[in-house]
């Protein structure tokens, strides 16, 4: 069993910088694919990023690459999401979550957190 809770999440400006963090706890968090997930209101649930679990590789979904960056450090047993150059549909709350896969990942995770509201405000 994997625990996953996120942080960092509040307010932030269009154009402005936020951080996501997720700390996880039980299993050995080292062979573990993560991800970052986000819903916005009236709105499915979709991909934003992922990395695996040695952080060699990661994916990004188009609409945000080049503004999010995902990374992790397997000793502190966090991954983070490094949100720049903010903009106003970006607003959702955001998920983390975990896989147990040697790969880079975009679906069928099986460990997720509660959720971090971003609200981003033009």
């Known amino acids: 069993q994997v625990q996953l809770v996120e942080s960092g999440g509040g307010l932030g400006q269009a154009g402005g910088s936020l951080r996501l963090s997720c700390a996880a706890s039980?299993?050995?968090?080292?062979?573990?694919?993560m991800g970052w997930f986000r819903q916005a209101p009236g709105k499915e649930r979709e991909f934003v990023a992922a990395?695996?679990?040695?952080?060699?590789?990661?994916d990004y979904a188009d609409s945000v690459k080049g503004r999010f960056t995902i990374s992790r450090d397997n000793i502190k047993n966090t991954m983070y999401l490094q949100m720049n150059s903010l903009k106003p549909e970006d607003t959702a709350v955001y998920y983390c979550?975990?896989?147990?896969?040697?790969?880079?990942?975009?679906?069928?995770?099986?460990?997720w957190g509660q959720g971090t509201q971003v609200t981003v405000s033009s």
């Open positions: 990395i695996r679990w040695n952080g060699a590789n990661t």
């Open positions: 979550a975990a896989k147990y896969s040697d790969y880079v990942e975009r679906n069928e995770y099986r460990y």
């Open positions: 039980g299993r050995t968090f080292r062979r573990y694919a």
